[in-house]
């Protein structure tokens, strides 16, 4: 892949990486305020509920900003873009859709099947 499409790709993760650090600020700052609610509300249930949805939430983010750190490494080292799986580059397509992808979607799709997750039909 030459440098242009890698800077193309650099600046995609990176500014997904601010939005997802904005998301996950605003999640810290939902949890003090849902801290703050128990203490004003008798609907304990609902701040629980919302709690543990924005620790789900805040799982997933995190996740993804380790996938996000993993694909900028990889554009360093010179192997991103390529398939971890069977070593055959990946459709630009995919990239642009899935910037930190590590797999092409055939082996992504054996991947999930291999795991019993469905992918759904386009």
Known sequence: MDKQKLDHFRELLLRERQRIEALLSTSATAVDEADEDVRESDD???????????????????????????????????????CERCGKPIEEARLEAIPSTRYHARCQAEIEAAEGIETPTL
Not at 57 to 64: A, M, Y
């Open 44 to 82: 304990l249930a609902r701040v629980d509920v919302d709690k543990e949805l924005t620790f789900n939430l805040r799982e997933r983010e995190t996740h993804q900003l380790q996938e996000i750190d993993d694909a900028l490494s990889r554009i360093e080292e010179g192997t991103y873009g390529i």
